[in-house]
Protein backbone atom coordinates (compact mmCIF):
# COMPACT_ATOMS: atom_id res chain seq x y z
CA UNK A 1 0.00 0.00 0.00
CA UNK A 2 1.11 3.81 -0.86
CA UNK A 3 2.02 6.37 1.64
CA UNK A 4 -1.40 7.90 0.47
CA UNK A 5 -3.17 4.78 1.08
CA UNK A 6 -2.06 4.25 4.68
CA UNK A 7 -2.93 7.71 5.31
CA UNK A 8 -6.68 6.71 3.92
CA UNK A 9 -6.63 3.45 6.01
CA UNK A 10 -5.28 5.67 9.28
CA UNK A 11 -8.17 8.18 8.98
CA UNK A 12 -10.69 5.43 8.27
CA UNK A 13 -9.77 3.57 11.22
CA UNK A 14 -10.38 6.43 13.51
CA UNK A 15 -13.77 7.77 12.17
CA UNK A 16 -15.65 4.25 12.41
CA UNK A 17 -18.66 5.15 14.00
CA UNK A 18 -20.15 4.57 17.47
CA UNK A 19 -23.05 2.31 18.18
CA UNK A 20 -25.02 5.36 19.16
CA UNK A 21 -24.62 6.88 15.40
CA UNK A 22 -23.99 7.03 11.84
CA UNK A 23 -23.48 10.51 9.74
CA UNK A 24 -23.49 9.35 6.48
CA UNK A 25 -21.87 12.29 4.52
CA UNK A 26 -18.82 11.09 6.24
CA UNK A 27 -19.45 8.02 4.95
CA UNK A 28 -19.64 9.15 1.69
CA UNK A 29 -16.46 11.48 2.22
CA UNK A 30 -14.40 8.35 3.17
CA UNK A 31 -15.36 6.17 0.23
CA UNK A 32 -15.52 8.97 -2.46
CA UNK A 33 -12.09 7.74 -3.41
CA UNK A 34 -12.00 4.01 -3.65
CA UNK A 35 -16.14 3.20 -3.81
CA UNK A 36 -17.17 -0.49 -5.65
CA UNK A 37 -16.21 -1.39 -9.03
CA UNK A 38 -20.51 -0.77 -9.64
CA UNK A 39 -20.73 2.68 -9.12
CA UNK A 40 -18.53 3.19 -12.08
CA UNK A 41 -20.40 0.56 -13.89
CA UNK A 42 -23.68 2.18 -13.37
CA UNK A 43 -22.55 5.78 -13.43
CA UNK A 44 -24.35 6.83 -10.64
CA UNK A 45 -27.34 6.05 -12.33
CA UNK A 46 -30.50 4.59 -11.09
CA UNK A 47 -32.35 1.64 -13.41
CA UNK A 48 -35.97 -0.03 -12.73
CA UNK A 49 -35.77 -3.28 -13.17
CA UNK A 50 -39.49 -4.90 -14.12
CA UNK A 51 -40.11 -8.76 -12.55
CA UNK A 52 -39.97 -10.45 -15.74
CA UNK A 53 -36.68 -8.93 -16.81
CA UNK A 54 -35.81 -10.09 -13.60
CA UNK A 55 -36.52 -13.61 -13.57
CA UNK A 56 -35.24 -13.57 -17.02
CA UNK A 57 -31.39 -12.45 -15.86
CA UNK A 58 -32.21 -15.03 -12.95
CA UNK A 59 -32.91 -17.58 -15.29
CA UNK A 60 -29.47 -16.82 -17.24
CA UNK A 61 -27.59 -16.33 -14.13
CA UNK A 62 -28.48 -19.31 -12.95
CA UNK A 63 -27.66 -21.47 -16.27
CA UNK A 64 -24.42 -20.06 -16.49
CA UNK A 65 -22.90 -20.24 -12.30
CA UNK A 66 -24.82 -22.86 -10.76
CA UNK A 67 -23.99 -25.86 -12.95
CA UNK A 68 -20.19 -25.19 -12.77
CA UNK A 69 -20.49 -24.05 -9.23
CA UNK A 70 -21.77 -27.72 -8.07
CA UNK A 71 -19.77 -29.61 -10.24
CA UNK A 72 -16.55 -28.24 -9.00
CA UNK A 73 -17.88 -27.49 -4.94
CA UNK A 74 -18.75 -31.56 -5.53
CA UNK A 75 -14.87 -32.02 -6.83
CA UNK A 76 -13.95 -30.24 -4.04
CA UNK A 77 -15.53 -32.99 -1.94
CA UNK A 78 -14.67 -35.95 -3.85
CA UNK A 79 -10.79 -35.11 -3.57
CA UNK A 80 -10.65 -34.94 -0.08
CA UNK A 81 -12.68 -37.90 0.32
CA UNK A 82 -10.20 -40.00 -2.06
CA UNK A 83 -8.10 -40.72 1.06
CA UNK A 84 -11.33 -42.56 2.38
CA UNK A 85 -11.96 -44.97 -0.08
CA UNK A 86 -8.15 -45.50 -0.41
CA UNK A 87 -8.15 -46.21 2.98
CA UNK A 88 -9.58 -49.59 3.12
CA UNK A 89 -8.39 -50.21 -1.16
CA UNK A 90 -4.60 -50.76 -0.09
CA UNK A 91 -3.37 -48.12 -0.08
CA UNK A 92 -2.29 -48.11 3.99
CA UNK A 93 -0.06 -51.66 2.76
CA UNK A 94 1.25 -49.87 -0.18
CA UNK A 95 3.18 -46.89 1.72
CA UNK A 96 3.65 -48.81 4.81
CA UNK A 97 1.66 -47.00 7.26
CA UNK A 98 1.64 -47.86 10.72
CA UNK A 99 0.14 -46.61 14.01
CA UNK A 100 -1.35 -43.02 13.65
CA UNK A 101 0.13 -42.25 10.28
CA UNK A 102 -3.32 -42.19 8.53
CA UNK A 103 -4.79 -39.61 10.91
CA UNK A 104 -2.15 -37.65 10.21
CA UNK A 105 -2.50 -37.67 6.29
CA UNK A 106 -6.69 -37.02 6.94
CA UNK A 107 -4.72 -34.02 8.90
CA UNK A 108 -1.97 -32.08 6.51
CA UNK A 109 -4.85 -31.25 4.22
CA UNK A 110 -5.73 -28.90 6.62
CA UNK A 111 -2.35 -28.01 7.45
CA UNK A 112 -2.19 -26.58 3.56
CA UNK A 113 -5.67 -25.33 3.83
CA UNK A 114 -4.86 -23.59 6.96
CA UNK A 115 -1.75 -22.21 6.17
CA UNK A 116 -2.71 -20.54 2.76
CA UNK A 117 -6.76 -19.25 3.61
CA UNK A 118 -5.63 -15.41 5.00
CA UNK A 119 -3.26 -15.45 1.77
CA UNK A 120 -5.52 -16.80 -0.93
CA UNK A 121 -8.65 -14.79 0.39
CA UNK A 122 -7.00 -11.51 -0.37
CA UNK A 123 -5.81 -12.77 -3.59
CA UNK A 124 -9.58 -13.72 -4.23
CA UNK A 125 -10.00 -9.84 -3.64
CA UNK A 126 -7.03 -8.74 -5.35
CA UNK A 127 -6.90 -10.33 -8.30
CA UNK A 128 -9.91 -11.54 -10.86
CA UNK A 129 -12.06 -13.62 -9.44
CA UNK A 130 -12.36 -16.69 -11.92
CA UNK A 131 -9.23 -16.94 -13.19
CA UNK A 132 -7.83 -17.08 -9.98
CA UNK A 133 -9.87 -19.39 -8.65
CA UNK A 134 -10.07 -21.79 -11.97
CA UNK A 135 -6.43 -21.97 -11.54
CA UNK A 136 -6.23 -23.14 -8.23
CA UNK A 137 -8.97 -25.87 -9.71
CA UNK A 138 -6.61 -26.95 -12.87
CA UNK A 139 -3.19 -27.26 -10.19
CA UNK A 140 -5.49 -28.95 -7.18
CA UNK A 141 -6.67 -31.69 -10.00
CA UNK A 142 -2.56 -32.05 -11.20
CA UNK A 143 -1.62 -32.39 -7.00
CA UNK A 144 -4.41 -34.91 -6.69
CA UNK A 145 -2.88 -36.83 -9.95
CA UNK A 146 0.54 -37.11 -8.20
CA UNK A 147 -1.00 -39.01 -5.33
CA UNK A 148 -1.26 -41.94 -7.37
CA UNK A 149 2.86 -41.51 -7.76
CA UNK A 150 3.67 -41.45 -4.06
CA UNK A 151 5.63 -44.24 -2.25
CA UNK A 152 5.80 -43.32 0.88
CA UNK A 153 4.04 -41.86 3.80
CA UNK A 154 6.34 -38.55 3.45
CA UNK A 155 5.44 -38.18 -0.17
CA UNK A 156 2.06 -38.54 0.72
CA UNK A 157 1.92 -35.92 3.48
CA UNK A 158 3.97 -33.54 1.15
CA UNK A 159 1.08 -34.03 -1.43
CA UNK A 160 -1.95 -33.88 0.88
CA UNK A 161 -0.21 -30.58 2.27
CA UNK A 162 -0.46 -28.97 -1.38
CA UNK A 163 -3.57 -30.45 -2.05
CA UNK A 164 -4.89 -28.59 0.96
CA UNK A 165 -3.21 -25.19 -0.46
CA UNK A 166 -4.70 -25.04 -3.57
CA UNK A 167 -8.41 -25.78 -2.12
CA UNK A 168 -8.10 -22.98 -0.06
CA UNK A 169 -9.50 -20.94 -2.64
CA UNK A 170 -12.60 -22.54 -3.53
CA UNK A 171 -15.41 -22.06 -0.30
CA UNK A 172 -14.25 -18.48 0.26
CA UNK A 173 -14.69 -17.64 -3.89
CA UNK A 174 -18.02 -19.71 -4.28
CA UNK A 175 -18.93 -17.51 -1.62
CA UNK A 176 -17.92 -13.87 -3.07
CA UNK A 177 -19.67 -15.58 -6.24
CA UNK A 178 -22.80 -15.60 -4.49
CA UNK A 179 -22.80 -12.66 -2.74
CA UNK A 180 -21.53 -10.46 -6.22
CA UNK A 181 -24.29 -12.52 -8.47
CA UNK A 182 -27.49 -13.14 -6.30
CA UNK A 183 -29.51 -10.90 -3.87
CA UNK A 184 -29.92 -11.71 -0.18
CA UNK A 185 -33.20 -13.27 -0.98
CA UNK A 186 -31.41 -15.71 -3.09
CA UNK A 187 -27.99 -16.92 -1.45
CA UNK A 188 -29.43 -19.53 0.87
CA UNK A 189 -31.03 -21.91 -1.01
CA UNK A 190 -28.16 -21.29 -3.56
CA UNK A 191 -25.54 -21.77 -1.23
CA UNK A 192 -27.12 -24.75 -0.19
CA UNK A 193 -27.94 -25.54 -3.74
CA UNK A 194 -23.85 -26.09 -4.63
CA UNK A 195 -22.72 -27.12 -1.06
CA UNK A 196 -24.87 -30.27 -1.80
CA UNK A 197 -22.82 -31.43 -4.24
CA UNK A 198 -20.66 -32.44 -1.36
CA UNK A 199 -23.62 -35.37 -1.30
CA UNK A 200 -23.50 -35.99 -4.47
CA UNK A 201 -19.75 -36.63 -4.51
CA UNK A 202 -20.11 -39.06 -1.65
CA UNK A 203 -22.79 -41.04 -4.12
CA UNK A 204 -20.52 -40.70 -7.30
CA UNK A 205 -16.96 -41.55 -5.64
CA UNK A 206 -18.68 -44.29 -3.71
CA UNK A 207 -20.28 -45.80 -6.60
CA UNK A 208 -17.41 -45.29 -8.58
CA UNK A 209 -14.92 -46.57 -5.88
CA UNK A 210 -16.73 -49.57 -5.63
CA UNK A 211 -17.17 -50.17 -9.34
CA UNK A 212 -12.83 -49.95 -9.58
CA UNK A 213 -12.26 -52.37 -6.08
CA UNK A 214 -14.80 -54.79 -7.88
CA UNK A 215 -13.11 -54.87 -11.62
CA UNK A 216 -9.80 -54.83 -10.20
CA UNK A 217 -10.44 -57.66 -8.16
CA UNK A 218 -12.28 -59.72 -11.14
CA UNK A 219 -10.08 -58.65 -14.24
CA UNK A 220 -6.96 -58.04 -12.14
CA UNK A 221 -4.34 -53.79 -12.72
CA UNK A 222 -1.39 -53.03 -13.34
CA UNK A 223 -1.52 -50.13 -11.03
CA UNK A 224 -3.05 -50.27 -7.80
CA UNK A 225 -7.09 -49.66 -7.39
CA UNK A 226 -6.51 -46.89 -4.69
CA UNK A 227 -3.99 -45.48 -7.65
CA UNK A 228 -6.92 -45.29 -10.04
CA UNK A 229 -9.07 -43.57 -7.97
CA UNK A 230 -6.71 -40.65 -7.57
CA UNK A 231 -5.77 -40.52 -11.20
CA UNK A 232 -9.52 -40.23 -12.15
CA UNK A 233 -10.86 -37.71 -9.64
CA UNK A 234 -7.51 -35.95 -10.10
CA UNK A 235 -8.10 -35.46 -14.03
CA UNK A 236 -11.70 -35.28 -14.64
CA UNK A 237 -10.61 -31.86 -11.77
CA UNK A 238 -8.57 -30.56 -14.20
CA UNK A 239 -10.60 -30.45 -17.19
CA UNK A 240 -13.33 -29.02 -15.25
CA UNK A 241 -11.20 -26.49 -14.24
CA UNK A 242 -10.19 -25.55 -17.94
CA UNK A 243 -13.65 -25.27 -18.55
CA UNK A 244 -14.55 -23.01 -15.78
CA UNK A 245 -11.71 -20.90 -17.01
CA UNK A 246 -13.66 -19.78 -19.73
CA UNK A 247 -17.13 -19.98 -18.47
CA UNK A 248 -17.07 -18.11 -15.38
CA UNK A 249 -16.32 -14.76 -15.06
CA UNK A 250 -14.84 -12.29 -12.60
CA UNK A 251 -18.07 -10.31 -12.35
CA UNK A 252 -21.04 -8.92 -14.34
CA UNK A 253 -18.96 -6.27 -16.17
CA UNK A 254 -17.13 -9.06 -17.66
CA UNK A 255 -19.53 -11.41 -18.26
CA UNK A 256 -19.43 -12.90 -22.17
CA UNK A 257 -22.59 -14.41 -21.85
CA UNK A 258 -24.14 -11.34 -21.01
CA UNK A 259 -25.30 -8.31 -23.47
CA UNK A 260 -23.83 -4.93 -22.48
CA UNK A 261 -27.13 -3.68 -21.05
CA UNK A 262 -27.63 -7.09 -18.87
CA UNK A 263 -24.44 -6.50 -17.45
CA UNK A 264 -25.18 -3.09 -16.04
CA UNK A 265 -29.40 -5.11 -15.20
CA UNK A 266 -27.43 -7.64 -13.07
CA UNK A 267 -25.62 -4.97 -11.05
CA UNK A 268 -28.34 -3.14 -10.93
CA UNK A 269 -30.80 -6.40 -9.48
CA UNK A 270 -28.37 -6.81 -6.88
CA UNK A 271 -28.36 -3.04 -4.71
CA UNK A 272 -30.34 -4.28 -2.59
CA UNK A 273 -27.54 -6.43 -0.71
CA UNK A 274 -25.88 -3.15 -0.28
CA UNK A 275 -22.42 -4.61 -0.95
CA UNK A 276 -21.44 -3.99 -4.25
CA UNK A 277 -19.78 -6.79 -6.60
CA UNK A 278 -16.00 -5.73 -5.74
CA UNK A 279 -13.37 -3.48 -4.50
CA UNK A 280 -9.91 -4.15 -4.85
CA UNK A 281 -8.97 -1.70 -1.94
CA UNK A 282 -7.51 -2.98 1.06
CA UNK A 283 -8.94 -0.98 4.18
CA UNK A 284 -7.41 -1.37 7.44
CA UNK A 285 -10.38 -0.14 9.38
CA UNK A 286 -12.31 -3.26 7.41
CA UNK A 287 -9.57 -5.37 8.91
CA UNK A 288 -9.88 -4.38 12.64
CA UNK A 289 -13.60 -4.29 12.52
CA UNK A 290 -13.81 -8.22 11.48
CA UNK A 291 -11.77 -9.20 14.35
CA UNK A 292 -13.62 -6.60 16.45
CA UNK A 293 -16.99 -7.64 15.81
CA UNK A 294 -18.63 -10.72 17.79
CA UNK A 295 -20.15 -12.07 15.01
CA UNK A 296 -17.01 -12.90 13.42
CA UNK A 297 -16.08 -15.13 16.51
CA UNK A 298 -19.56 -16.51 16.88
CA UNK A 299 -18.79 -17.77 13.11
CA UNK A 300 -15.53 -18.99 14.22
CA UNK A 301 -16.37 -20.70 17.16
CA UNK A 302 -18.96 -22.70 14.90
CA UNK A 303 -16.82 -23.46 12.28
CA UNK A 304 -13.91 -25.33 15.06
CA UNK A 305 -17.03 -26.92 17.44
CA UNK A 306 -18.55 -28.46 13.82
CA UNK A 307 -15.73 -29.28 12.01
CA UNK A 308 -14.40 -31.51 14.59
CA UNK A 309 -17.29 -34.15 13.77
CA UNK A 310 -16.19 -33.18 10.29
CA UNK A 311 -12.78 -34.39 9.87
CA UNK A 312 -13.51 -37.27 11.53
CA UNK A 313 -16.37 -38.71 9.67
CA UNK A 314 -15.17 -37.54 6.27
CA UNK A 315 -11.94 -39.15 6.91
CA UNK A 316 -12.75 -42.51 8.55
CA UNK A 317 -16.89 -42.71 7.43
CA UNK A 318 -15.64 -45.79 5.41
CA UNK A 319 -13.79 -47.60 8.06
CA UNK A 320 -16.59 -46.69 10.35
CA UNK A 321 -19.28 -48.35 7.78
CA UNK A 322 -16.85 -51.41 7.89
CA UNK A 323 -16.92 -51.72 11.87
CA UNK A 324 -20.42 -51.95 11.69
CA UNK A 325 -20.28 -55.42 10.75
CA UNK A 326 -19.68 -54.80 6.38
CA UNK A 327 -17.04 -56.26 4.26
CA UNK A 328 -14.87 -53.22 2.66
CA UNK A 329 -16.44 -53.10 -0.81
CA UNK A 330 -19.54 -52.82 1.05
CA UNK A 331 -18.53 -50.38 3.01
CA UNK A 332 -17.70 -48.31 0.14
CA UNK A 333 -21.29 -48.75 -1.41
CA UNK A 334 -23.46 -48.80 1.91
CA UNK A 335 -21.88 -45.09 2.56
CA UNK A 336 -23.66 -43.36 -0.99
CA UNK A 337 -27.14 -42.84 1.24
CA UNK A 338 -25.38 -40.67 3.66
CA UNK A 339 -24.73 -38.71 1.00
CA UNK A 340 -28.16 -38.71 -0.59
CA UNK A 341 -29.45 -37.66 3.29
CA UNK A 342 -27.08 -34.47 2.70
CA UNK A 343 -28.29 -33.35 -0.84
CA UNK A 344 -31.64 -33.83 0.36
CA UNK A 345 -31.08 -31.63 3.64
CA UNK A 346 -29.59 -28.99 2.69
CA UNK A 347 -31.67 -28.30 -0.88
CA UNK A 348 -34.53 -28.25 1.69
CA UNK A 349 -33.26 -26.18 4.66
CA UNK A 350 -32.02 -23.94 2.15
CA UNK A 351 -35.71 -23.61 0.51
CA UNK A 352 -37.02 -23.20 3.37
CA UNK A 353 -34.90 -20.55 5.08
CA UNK A 354 -34.52 -18.60 2.11
CA UNK A 355 -38.55 -19.16 1.97
CA UNK A 356 -39.59 -18.05 6.03
CA UNK A 357 -36.65 -15.81 6.04
CA UNK A 358 -34.95 -17.82 8.63
CA UNK A 359 -31.68 -19.61 7.94
CA UNK A 360 -30.44 -20.39 11.27
CA UNK A 361 -33.20 -21.92 12.71
CA UNK A 362 -33.72 -23.78 9.61
CA UNK A 363 -30.63 -24.97 9.87
CA UNK A 364 -30.33 -26.42 13.43
CA UNK A 365 -33.03 -29.35 12.37
CA UNK A 366 -30.04 -30.66 10.70
CA UNK A 367 -27.86 -30.52 13.82
CA UNK A 368 -31.03 -31.89 15.82
CA UNK A 369 -31.43 -35.07 13.38
CA UNK A 370 -27.20 -35.61 13.03
CA UNK A 371 -27.13 -35.52 17.04
CA UNK A 372 -30.19 -38.35 17.10
CA UNK A 373 -28.03 -40.26 14.52
CA UNK A 374 -25.15 -40.31 16.42
CA UNK A 375 -26.81 -41.32 19.50
CA UNK A 376 -27.78 -44.33 17.89
CA UNK A 377 -24.35 -45.29 16.55
CA UNK A 378 -23.58 -45.19 20.32
CA UNK A 379 -26.35 -46.55 21.87
CA UNK A 380 -26.75 -49.87 19.87
CA UNK A 381 -25.05 -53.08 20.36
CA UNK A 382 -22.17 -54.12 17.61
CA UNK A 383 -24.85 -56.75 16.24
CA UNK A 384 -27.29 -54.34 15.28
CA UNK A 385 -25.17 -53.37 12.07
CA UNK A 386 -28.61 -52.39 10.20
CA UNK A 387 -29.29 -49.81 13.57
CA UNK A 388 -26.00 -48.11 13.97
CA UNK A 389 -26.02 -47.85 9.40
CA UNK A 390 -29.39 -45.76 10.01
CA UNK A 391 -28.06 -43.90 12.62
CA UNK A 392 -24.73 -42.90 10.47
CA UNK A 393 -26.98 -41.91 7.66
CA UNK A 394 -29.16 -39.33 9.84
CA UNK A 395 -25.62 -37.87 10.16
CA UNK A 396 -25.36 -36.41 6.90
CA UNK A 397 -27.92 -33.80 7.82
CA UNK A 398 -25.08 -32.02 9.70
CA UNK A 399 -23.68 -29.87 7.61
CA UNK A 400 -27.11 -27.77 7.12
CA UNK A 401 -25.85 -24.92 9.65
CA UNK A 402 -22.63 -24.81 8.54
CA UNK A 403 -23.68 -23.91 4.90
CA UNK A 404 -26.63 -21.48 6.09
CA UNK A 405 -23.69 -19.55 8.20
CA UNK A 406 -21.58 -20.06 5.33
CA UNK A 407 -24.35 -18.53 3.24
CA UNK A 408 -24.55 -15.40 6.01
CA UNK A 409 -20.98 -14.48 5.30
CA UNK A 410 -22.34 -13.83 1.19
CA UNK A 411 -25.38 -12.16 3.15
CA UNK A 412 -24.40 -10.41 6.35
CA UNK A 413 -21.27 -9.21 5.76
CA UNK A 414 -20.76 -6.25 3.82
CA UNK A 415 -17.16 -4.41 2.44
CA UNK A 416 -14.85 -6.26 0.78
CA UNK A 417 -11.96 -6.50 2.88
CA UNK A 418 -14.11 -7.10 5.89
CA UNK A 419 -15.86 -9.96 4.28
CA UNK A 420 -12.97 -11.52 2.85
CA UNK A 421 -11.34 -11.07 6.13
CA UNK A 422 -14.44 -13.09 7.90
CA UNK A 423 -14.25 -15.94 5.20
CA UNK A 424 -11.00 -16.40 6.22
CA UNK A 425 -11.27 -16.55 9.74
CA UNK A 426 -14.25 -18.85 9.47
CA UNK A 427 -12.00 -21.38 7.08
CA UNK A 428 -8.89 -21.00 9.47
CA UNK A 429 -11.29 -22.15 12.52
CA UNK A 430 -12.89 -24.99 9.91
CA UNK A 431 -9.54 -25.97 8.92
CA UNK A 432 -8.38 -26.13 12.99
CA UNK A 433 -11.38 -28.71 13.57
CA UNK A 434 -10.62 -30.92 10.62
CA UNK A 435 -7.05 -31.45 12.33
CA UNK A 436 -8.64 -32.73 15.00
CA UNK A 437 -11.35 -34.49 14.14
CA UNK A 438 -9.06 -37.27 12.57
CA UNK A 439 -7.50 -37.38 15.99
CA UNK A 440 -10.22 -38.61 17.84
CA UNK A 441 -11.07 -41.76 15.94
CA UNK A 442 -7.74 -43.51 17.49
CA UNK A 443 -6.58 -46.94 16.41
CA UNK A 444 -7.34 -48.82 20.08
CA UNK A 445 -10.58 -47.48 20.11
CA UNK A 446 -11.73 -49.75 17.04
CA UNK A 447 -14.27 -50.64 16.35
CA UNK A 448 -16.39 -48.87 18.15
CA UNK A 449 -14.98 -45.71 18.53
CA UNK A 450 -16.98 -44.74 21.35
CA UNK A 451 -14.61 -41.48 22.47
CA UNK A 452 -14.75 -40.40 19.18
CA UNK A 453 -18.68 -40.71 18.52
CA UNK A 454 -18.90 -38.70 22.33
CA UNK A 455 -16.79 -36.01 21.43
CA UNK A 456 -19.28 -35.70 18.14
CA UNK A 457 -22.35 -35.67 19.94
CA UNK A 458 -20.91 -32.52 22.27
CA UNK A 459 -19.67 -30.97 19.68
CA UNK A 460 -22.69 -30.74 17.82
CA UNK A 461 -25.05 -29.92 21.10
CA UNK A 462 -22.34 -26.94 21.91
CA UNK A 463 -23.55 -25.54 18.18
CA UNK A 464 -26.52 -25.39 18.87
CA UNK A 465 -26.02 -22.87 21.57
CA UNK A 466 -23.71 -21.26 19.31
CA UNK A 467 -26.36 -21.00 16.42
CA UNK A 468 -28.81 -19.58 19.10
CA UNK A 469 -26.77 -16.98 20.12
CA UNK A 470 -26.13 -15.64 15.85
CA UNK A 471 -29.22 -15.51 15.58
CA UNK A 472 -30.14 -13.11 18.79
CA UNK A 473 -27.22 -11.40 17.52
CA UNK A 474 -28.36 -10.20 14.08
CA UNK A 475 -31.92 -9.50 15.39
CA UNK A 476 -31.28 -7.04 17.85
CA UNK A 477 -28.64 -4.82 15.36
CA UNK A 478 -31.50 -4.86 13.35
CA UNK A 479 -33.34 -3.31 15.72
CA UNK A 480 -30.82 -0.78 15.85
CA UNK A 481 -30.65 -0.11 13.10
CA UNK A 482 -33.90 0.15 12.46
CA UNK A 483 -33.84 2.69 15.54
CA UNK A 484 -31.62 4.70 14.02
CA UNK A 485 -33.45 5.02 10.42
CA UNK A 486 -36.48 5.97 12.56
CA UNK A 487 -34.68 9.26 13.49
CA UNK A 488 -36.09 12.43 11.96
CA UNK A 489 -32.44 13.94 10.98
CA UNK A 490 -31.65 10.51 8.90
CA UNK A 491 -30.78 10.99 5.13
CA UNK A 492 -29.98 7.95 2.88
CA UNK A 493 -27.83 9.20 0.20
CA UNK A 494 -27.99 8.42 -3.62
CA UNK A 495 -25.62 5.22 -4.47
CA UNK A 496 -24.88 4.60 -0.60
CA UNK A 497 -24.82 1.49 -1.77
CA UNK A 498 -22.26 1.22 -3.62
CA UNK A 499 -19.80 2.75 -1.39
CA UNK A 500 -18.16 -0.71 0.27
CA UNK A 501 -19.35 0.27 3.63
CA UNK A 502 -19.87 -2.76 6.24
CA UNK A 503 -22.58 -3.98 7.49
CA UNK A 504 -22.18 -2.38 10.84
CA UNK A 505 -21.68 1.12 9.27
CA UNK A 506 -24.30 1.26 7.16
CA UNK A 507 -27.44 1.98 8.63
CA UNK A 508 -29.73 0.47 5.76
CA UNK A 509 -28.07 -2.90 6.43
CA UNK A 510 -30.41 -5.28 7.09
CA UNK A 511 -29.23 -8.89 8.66
CA UNK A 512 -30.74 -11.97 7.54
CA UNK A 513 -31.79 -14.44 10.15
Known sequence: MDEKGMQDADVESNQ???????????????????????????????????????????????????????????????????????????????????????????????????????????????????????????????????????????????????????????????????????TKKEQGFRTGLWFSFNGFAQIVGGLIAYGIAKGTQLHGSSIAPWKIIFLVTGLLTVAVGVIFFFII???????????????????????????????????????????????????????????????????????????????????????????????????????????????????????????????????????????RLAGYYLTGWCPTPFVALLSLISTNVAGYTKKTTVAAIYLIFYCAGNIIGPQTFRPNDAPRYVPAEITIIVCWGVCLFDLVFIWWYCKYQNKKKAALRAQPDYKKLENQEWLDLTDRENPEFVYQL
Open 249 to 387: PDNQLNARWLSESDRRLAVERIRVNQQGVGNKHFKLYQLKEAFLDPLTWAFAFFAIASDIPNGGLTNFFSQLIESFGYTPEQSLLYGTPSGAMEVISLILCGYLGDRFGQRILVSTIGLIVSIIGMILIVALPLSNNGG
Open 16 to 182: LPSDEGHHVPDQVLKHSHDADEALTALEGEIITIDEATNKRLLRTIDFHLMPLLCVVYGLNYLDKTTLSYASIMGIKKDLGLKGDNYQWLGSMFYFGYIGWEYPTNRLLQLLPLGKYTSVNIILWGAVLCCMAGVKSFSGAVAVRFFLGLFEAAVTPGFTLFTSQWY
